[in-house]
C-alpha cells in the first residue's frame, strides 16, 4: 500500500493553483522561506520541486522551479528562495510578496531525487548553497516520522551568515538520534568558527561520510561543479554510481 501511494503522488495530475502566503521567514539577508496554503495538496516526497509562475499586468509571465523545503508530514508548503540580483522571479519573491498574496505554482514534481524513510540508510547528504534547501525536506522528514535511521548532512557556504537552516540543523544534531550535520565556509570564517574550511574535497567526505562497505545512500544537491566534483570523487572512493543520486542547478535568471 505504501508503493501504492507513493505512486498516486508522483503520477497525481499537475495543474496550476493559487496558494495564500500564511507566512514568510527571513532565513540569511539573501534567503527567505516562503510558506504556502495550497487549496489542494496531494502530498509530496521529500526532495521534490513545485513550478511558480508569475504573471504582470500586461501578460508577461516568468516562470522558476523551487525545490519544497518541507517534510511531507508538515501542514503548509514552504519554499525557500534565494534572492538573484539580477533574476526576474527571486526579487519579487524575498523583497515584494508579503503574507496575504497569493502565489501561482504546480506540483509537486519530480520522483528521482527522493528520500522516504523506508528506504533506510546510512544516508549521507552533501549541499552546497541553496542546494541545502531539498535536503532539509530529507532531514526534516526524518525528524517528523521519528526514524533513527543513521543520517549526516555535509554542508558547504561562502560565509557562516550564508548557512541557511543553521539553527535548526543544530538543534536536531542536538538530539543524538543519530543525525550529524558539518559545515564548511569556503571564503570567510568568522572568529571562533569551529567547523570546516574549504571546498568538500575526498578528505572531508570521508570524514563526513561512511565507508563503502557500508553501502551509504548520497544525495547531492548545489551547483553544477559543485555536484559533479563531489559524485567524482564519492565514485572514485569506491561507492557505486547507483548509491548516489544528484540534483544540480545553474544560472536561470533566477
Given at each position: 500500500?505504501?508503493?501504492?501511494?507513493?505512486?498516486?503522488r508522483l503520477r497525481a495530475p499537475l495543474s496550476w493553483q493559487l496558494c495564500d502566503v500564511a507566512e514568510l521567514v527571513e532565513e540569511t539577508p539573501q534567503v527567505k522561506?516562503?510558506?504556502l496554503e495550497?487549496?489542494?495538496w496531494p502530498g509530496h516526497l521529500a526532495g521534490?520541486?513545485?513550478?511558480?509562475?508569475?504573471t504582470a499586468e500586461d501578460g508577461y509571465q516568468a516562470q522558476r522551479s523551487y525545490s519544497i523545503a518541507s517534510a511531507p508530514e508538515d501542514g503548509r508548503v514552504a519554499l525557500t528562495v534565494e534572492r538573484l540580483g539580477d533574476g526576474e522571479v527571486s526579487p519579487y519573491l524575498t523583497d515584494v510578496l508579503v503574507v496575504g498574496d497569493k502565489l501561482e505554482l504546480r506540483g509537486p514534481i519530480g520522483g528521482y531525487f527522493v528520500w522516504d524513510v523506508d528506504q533506510g540508510g546510512p544516508v549521507l547528504l552533501v549541499g552546497g548553497g541553496s542546494g541545502v534547501v531539498p535536503l532539509m525536506a530529507m532531514a526534516r522528514h526524518r525528524r517528523a516520522t521519528g526514524s533513527d535511521v543513521p543520517m549526516r548532512l555535509l554542508y558547504s557556504a561562502k560565509r557562516a551568515e550564508d548557512l541557511i537552516y543553521r539553527d535548526e540543523l543544530e538543534e536536531f544534531a542536538g538530539?543524538?538520534?543519530?543525525?550529524e550535520v558539518f559545515f564548511t565556509l569556503t571564503r570567510e570564517q568568522?572568529?571562533?568558527?569551529?567547523?570546516?574550511t574549504g571546498r568538500v574535497g575526498p578528505d572531508l567526505l570521508r570524514e563526513a561520510g561512511w565507508p563503502a562497505e557500508d553501502n551509504p545512500l548520497a544525495l547531492v544537491c548545489g551547483p553544477t561543479g559543485f555536484v559533479e566534483a563531489?559524485?567524482?570523487?564519492?565514485v572514485?572512493?569506491?561507492?557505486?554510481?547507483g548509491r548516489v543520486k544528484t540534483e544540480r542547478f545553474g544560472p536561470t535568471g533566477g
Amino acid at each position: 500500500m505504501a508503493g501504492a501511494a507513493v505512486l498516486g503522488r508522483l503520477r497525481a495530475p499537475l495543474s496550476w493553483q493559487l496558494c495564500d502566503v500564511a507566512e514568510l521567514v527571513e532565513e540569511t539577508p539573501q534567503v527567505k522561506t516562503l510558506l504556502l496554503e495550497p487549496p489542494e495538496w496531494p502530498g509530496h516526497l521529500a526532495g521534490q520541486h513545485v513550478d511558480v509562475r508569475l504573471t504582470a499586468e500586461d501578460g508577461y509571465q516568468a516562470q522558476r522551479s523551487y525545490s519544497i523545503a518541507s517534510a511531507p508530514e508538515d501542514g503548509r508548503v514552504a519554499l525557500t528562495v534565494e534572492r538573484l540580483g539580477d533574476g526576474e522571479v527571486s526579487p519579487y519573491l524575498t523583497d515584494v510578496l508579503v503574507v496575504g498574496d497569493k502565489l501561482e505554482l504546480r506540483g509537486p514534481i519530480g520522483g528521482y531525487f527522493v528520500w522516504d524513510v523506508d528506504q533506510g540508510g546510512p544516508v549521507l547528504l552533501v549541499g552546497g548553497g541553496s542546494g541545502v534547501v531539498p535536503l532539509m525536506a530529507m532531514a526534516r522528514h526524518r525528524r517528523a516520522t521519528g526514524s533513527d535511521v543513521p543520517m549526516r548532512l555535509l554542508y558547504s557556504a561562502k560565509r557562516a551568515e550564508d548557512l541557511i537552516y543553521r539553527d535548526e540543523l543544530e538543534e536536531f544534531a542536538g538530539r543524538n538520534d543519530g543525525f550529524e550535520v558539518f559545515f564548511t565556509l569556503t571564503r570567510e570564517q568568522p572568529p571562533g568558527w569551529q567547523g570546516h574550511t574549504g571546498r568538500v574535497g575526498p578528505d572531508l567526505l570521508r570524514e563526513a561520510g561512511w565507508p563503502a562497505e557500508d553501502n551509504p545512500l548520497a544525495l547531492v544537491c548545489g551547483p553544477t561543479g559543485f555536484v559533479e566534483a563531489v559524485a567524482s570523487a564519492m565514485v572514485e572512493a569506491g561507492l557505486p554510481p547507483g548509491r548516489v543520486k544528484t540534483e544540480r542547478f545553474g544560472p536561470t535568471g533566477g
